[in-house]
């Protein structure tokens, strides 16, 4: 093979009863054979119509060769797959790829009937723009393409027992940052793996003509009346739309700003989607250093925006459909039960927003207050605050203009605004926030803080001077900046002598080491919004 770009189609042999087993319920074997030979037949068609001269299919079992041969065209090269699990197998591949081609290579499965020309084209695209690897992030938490711009076999060395499971693209994600390399994700899609993948794609109006009488015809429709492709959306459009017809649920879109929460952010994520799988998520990053939107993507929608609370829910709001805005913080578990009293609560015209009861992940009798007089206040003086996980109609949002793009209390003001043009309600269900940032600053110290800080947006000090404020932490935790000026003072004044206590001769100064209490660090935690 001498062209620069070439396709690797890991497939296996479409055997009745061996493929397609999680459907066979719904379609029965035979049909699921039939489903893996179409799905064979264009996955490898498109890989042809990108990499004509260098597409290869890799099969499953060795002795599949014969079945392979009459599902493909003429040229396309067949290799048996070799290794005890998946990452063997692919590893094992791209090496018997190599070994005759040296260019740019895109990996893909025949799960995902959606994969089209312009997704391999843009794999390619972003390998010789300089990008090292590229993956293609699937719904359930694995990918359906793997580019590399050379070999390395090493791309596919995770833990073997991750193979089948939820955390492949967020280990494989890990695996590339930890060897420095540049890695560049596609657009989410969904796979073929269950009878609710089955029908969620048979929904789809792009799904191949070819396709769609092999998942079932129409889509099935569940006793209530509402199509079940509507109960769990696909990423990359969402399935919430702002008309609903009567008796179905009423629409959500989940909102979640994210600015470096790599370490929580997948199973935050994945909460809400299984607690919650019939609203649209979106999550908006102000632009991570780490691996945030990364590891986002492969569970919900991502988007990008500059750095700002409000301005990121803003253009999150922008994004999505639905008539009910909800924004939940990255480090916030929200109640199961959440979702029905939101809806509950909304069925009041009267209602314009409101808000959860506030939590904290550890017990102590200062978080304990906190929740509780935090949880009062939004309920009688109408101050919902982000960790509380404030929902709001959409058309009462857009009237408002949104959140005020200020530098600090933008949930505050549009709390008093909501409040303005109609009821908001705190309801019983929980938001649990994270106390980490409590525990680095003190809580009874964060709590008389917060409420300085509140009181000076009250008296109309610039939000950007409570922000650097706020930022800097409670001052009392800070380096007694006027005590340590007098003591140079005192130093510099004072009479110098030598060593044997003769006036006039300069002894040489002290070498102070000078430390900032732990508090007051450059890299402590950031200060909170709970306690507000």
Not at 251 to 264: D, H, K, Q, S
């Amino acid at each position: 093979m001498t062209d620069e770009r070439a396709v690797l189609v890991m497939a296996k042999a479409p055997r009745p009863g061996l493929v397609k087993t999680r459907l066979a319920p719904m379609l029965g074997d035979d049909r699921c054979a039939s489903l893996q030979s179409a799905l064979i037949t264009r996955a490898v068609a498109v890989a042809t119509s990108v990499a004509p001269r260098a597409t290869v299919v890799a099969f499953d079992p060795s002795d599949a060769r014969d079945e392979l041969a009459g599902l493909v065209p003429r040229g396309v090269e067949l290799v048996p797959q070799c290794g005890v699990h998946l990452g063997e197998r692919l590893a094992a591949a791209v090496t018997d790829v190599y070994a005759v081609h040296q260019g740019l290579l895109a990996v893909v499965g025949t799960d995902i009937p959606l994969l089209g020309a312009r997704h391999l084209r843009d794999a390619f695209a972003a390998l010789a723009g300089g990008d090292d690897v590229v993956l293609g992030p699937a719904y359930d938490g694995g990918y359906y393409l793997a580019g590399m711009n050379r070999p390395m076999p090493s791309l596919f060395d995770i833990a073997p027992q991750l193979w089948g499971g939820p955390d492949v693209l967020a280990a494989t994600v890990a695996r590339v940052e930890a060897d420095g390399l540049r890695c560049r994700l596609l657009e989410v899609l969904r796979d073929l793996d269950t009878p609710e993948d089955a029908v969620a794609l048979a929904a789809e109006p792009t799904l191949p003509s070819a396709l769609r009488p092999l998942l079932g015809g129409p889509v099935a429709v569940s006793p209530g009346g509402s199509s079940m492709a509507n109960r769990e959306p696909t990423i990359t459009g969402g399935a919430s739309s702002s008309h609903c017809r009567p008796g179905d649920p009423l629409p959500v879109a989940i909102v979640v700003p994210t600015l470096n929460e790599a370490e929580g952010i997948v199973a935050a994520l994945r909460q809400l989607r299984r607690d919650f799988p019939d609203c649209e998520l979106v999550v908006v990053d102000g632009g991570s250093s780490d691996a945030t939107a990364t590891l986002a993507a492969c569970h919900a929608r991502v988007l990008h925006s500059p750095p700002g609370r409000a301005v990121q829910m803003n253009a999150g709001a922008s994004a999505t459909t639905a008539p009910v805005l909800w924004f939940v913080h990255a480090d916030c578990r929200i109640d199961p039960k959440a979702l029905d009293q939101v809806r509950a609560a909304l069925a009041d015209p009267a209602v314009v927003g409101g808000g959860l009861s506030l939590r904290f992940d550890r017990r102590s009798v200062g978080l304990g207050y906190l929740a509780w007089s935090s949880t009062k206040r939004a309920r009688h003086l109408h101050q919902v605050f982000g960790d509380q996980a404030m929902f709001v109609r959409r058309d009462a949002f857009e009237m408002l203009g949104g959140f005020p793009e200020i530098a600090i209390m933008e949930d505050l003001e549009l709390s008093r605004r909501l409040a303005r043009r109609g009821r908001l309600v705190v309801l019983r269900a929980t938001s649990t926030a994270s106390s980490r940032r409590f525990v680095a600053h003190g809580t009874w110290s964060m709590i008389v803080f917060m409420q300085a800080l509140k009181a000076c947006y009250f008296f109309g000090v610039a939000p950007e001077k409570i922000c650097r404020l706020y930022r800097a932490g409670p001052p009392w935790k800070r380096p007694l900046r006027r005590t340590r000026r007098r003591q140079r003072r005192q130093r510099s004044t004072r009479p110098a002598v030598s060593g044997w206590g003769d006036p006039g001769v300069a002894a040489p100064r002290p070498q102070i080491e000078r430390t900032r209490p732990e508090a007051a660090r450059s890299d402590r935690a950031p200060v909170p919004d709970e306690a507000r």
